[in-house]
């Protein structure tokens, strides 16, 4: 359980002058005007003035909890990374859920992805897995993201998001037919954080003593149950209660009803990938269950809550590129995308010593660099040299790369990521569809129709359309009929 912090003493300026009268502004006569010897009202104003960073561009709204990552099974033969090297062994985490589209101040019910990001604080550094509540993405190439969210966020001139928008792109990306599929099914809008699933989404490298590589994928499976809201309970809560996820997620943590899930991976042999049915590092597919079976891991648990929103989570600082030895990228598009998009946002988010604020910096061992300086640099390195090599025993290289070199062959180029035997964009949206009980057809044909409905344009609408048709032919002739009754 945690409880909130209380500071007793006397109230004093930034610089710890005590404070005589906080409720009056310091005059040159009784009803005069206000003098600007008033240490105190100048700093309090031009420090309220200044407490905004930037929202994040994306996830802007989000809530916090630390917890345990505790390993149940051996995986030594997968990866060296020393926090997965024993049954038993604990390491701290923090995790950050959030909502994708919306600004910091929206409402947690709607219908949205949700991220899942995890921060492993382990002795040889942190690491990150910034992932989703969905196990694929709406697209595969990193070039496209700027593109797909500005659909998603608030158009230029209306300043509303417009569902012409958001169907011109999905229809112009028949890629996304899988995770539009995924997003306006039942599971498109959680009951809760803590009754959803979680997913690296994203295939990653696993390499083991002797440098063999292993591709997996991650899942977090709630052990609160999945639970998810209808369209219509979410527009209602949405209304009543903008802030029901990060409520939830805070009284479960204070009641010491402590959310967890169990984690398991797929792993896949490296020499198996040239060959398997889908391409593997194609974000839009998953790995079917019946091709590599999931193996339970480990167990998650969340258990205490931030002390201080702002400080701990709004500034908290995920990436993907946080990697630790023993794991690495695979060549999946949107993943290396991501590998610097995130660093970059967070020093314009936070500033160039983000790294090293109490949340995000390494609390099993300590960042020893040669960056210094910048803004709100903390002085951590004291005296040591600023330079490396160095005669003066500073840190130095280990020689060991955190993750195994990956073959490469073909020329340089703007290459489309490669097909395999059964890889088409509208495959794996079909088995879904057809996995779906004629209940959840029914609300995902619905879910769909009221969003294409609004379109403006038949011809947006209609492609659309199209692109569930190519999924199942059921599909896409009850989303037409359903999209016509609506648009009369
Ligand atoms: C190329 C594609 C993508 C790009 C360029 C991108 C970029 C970003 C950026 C710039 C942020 C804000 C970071 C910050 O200000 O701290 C962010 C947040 C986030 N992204 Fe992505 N993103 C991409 C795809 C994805 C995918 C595929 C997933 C999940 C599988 C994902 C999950 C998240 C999560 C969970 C957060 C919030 C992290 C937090 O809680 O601080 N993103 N993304």
Redesign the pocket.
């Known amino acids: 359980m945690t409880t909130r912090d209380t500071t007793a003493g006397p109230l004093t300026t930034e610089s710890g002058a005590p404070v005589a009268d906080n409720q009056n502004s310091e005059q040159t006569g009784v009803g005069g005007p206000v003098l600007v010897q008033d240490q105190l009202l100048l700093e309090k104003l031009a420090h309220f003035n200044r407490e905004r960073i930037p929202e994040?561009?994306?996830?802007a709204r989000?809530a916090?909890a630390y917890g345990t990552f505790t390993v149940t099974a051996d995986v030594t033969k997968y990866t060296r990374a020393t926090f997965l090297s024993e049954i038993g062994k604990q390491t701290e985490v923090f995790a950050?859920?959030?909502t994708?589209a919306g600004n910091l101040g929206s409402a947690d019910a709607v219908r949205d992805?949700r991220?899942?990001?995890l921060k492993f604080y382990t002795e040889e550094g942190n690491y990150d897995l910034?992932?989703?509540n969905?196990p694929v993405?709406f697209?595969k190439d990193?070039i496209k993201?700027?593109d797909f969210i500005h659909t998603q966020k608030r158009d230029p001139y209306t300043g509303s998001q417009e569902a012409d928008n958001v169907w011109d792109f999905w229809g112009l990306s028949p890629e996304s037919t899988h995770q539009v599929t995924w997003l306006f099914g039942d599971r498109g809008i959680p009951a809760s954080y803590r009754h959803m699933n979680g997913?690296?989404?994203?295939t990653f490298q696993w390499n083991n003593e002797a440098g063999e590589v292993f591709w997996v994928k991650y899942h977090f499976k709630t052990d609160q149950g999945i639970k998810n809201l209808t369209s219509q309970e979410a527009a209602k809560l949405a209304g009543e209660d903008p802030d029901s996820h990060q409520r939830d997620l805070r009284e479960a943590i204070e009641r010491g009803e402590y959310p967890s899930w169990t984690v398991q991976v797929q792993i896949m042999p490296a020499a198996e990938a040239a060959n398997y049915r889908f391409n593997p590092f194609d974000?839009t597919k998953v790995w079917p269950h019946e091709d590599y079976p999931p193996i339970e891991i480990g167990r998650l648990e969340l258990n205490r809550n931030p002390q201080n929103i702002f400080a701990e989570v709004e500034q908290?600082?995920?990436s993907p590129i946080h990697f630790v030895p023993g794991i690495g990228p695979s060549p999946d598009k949107?993943l290396q995308?991501?590998l610097f998009?995130?660093g970059?946002?967070?020093r314009y988010?936070?500033g160039i010593n983000a790294d090293h604020l109490p949340v995000n910096r390494p609390h099993a061992t300590e960042a020893r660099t040669y960056g210094r300086d910048g803004y709100l640099y903390d002085g951590r390195h004291t005296g040591m040299k600023n330079y490396e090599p160095n005669s003066f025993d500073g840190p130095k290289e280990t020689g060991r790369a955190l993750w195994q070199p990956v073959p490469v062959s073909g020329p340089t180029g703007k290459h489309e990521a490669p097909s395999h035997a059964e890889d088409n964009d509208f495959v794996q949206a079909g088995n879904l569809y057809r996995l779906m009980s004629e209940d959840e057809k029914e609300r995902l044909i619905a879910n769909l129709a009221g969003f294409i409905a609004e379109v403006s344009r038949d011809d947006i609408a209609e492609r659309a359309i199209n692109n569930f048709r190519q999924a199942d032919a059921d599909y896409g002739k009850r989303l037409e009929a359903a999209v016509q009754a609506l648009r009369g």
């Open positions: 994040r561009i994306v996830h989000g916090g950050r859920f959030s994708v992805p991220g899942f990001a910034v992932g989703n969905t993405f697209i990193a993201f700027p997913y690296g989404s994203h974000l908290s600082i995920f949107m995308g991501r998009a995130y970059d946002a967070h988010r936070v």
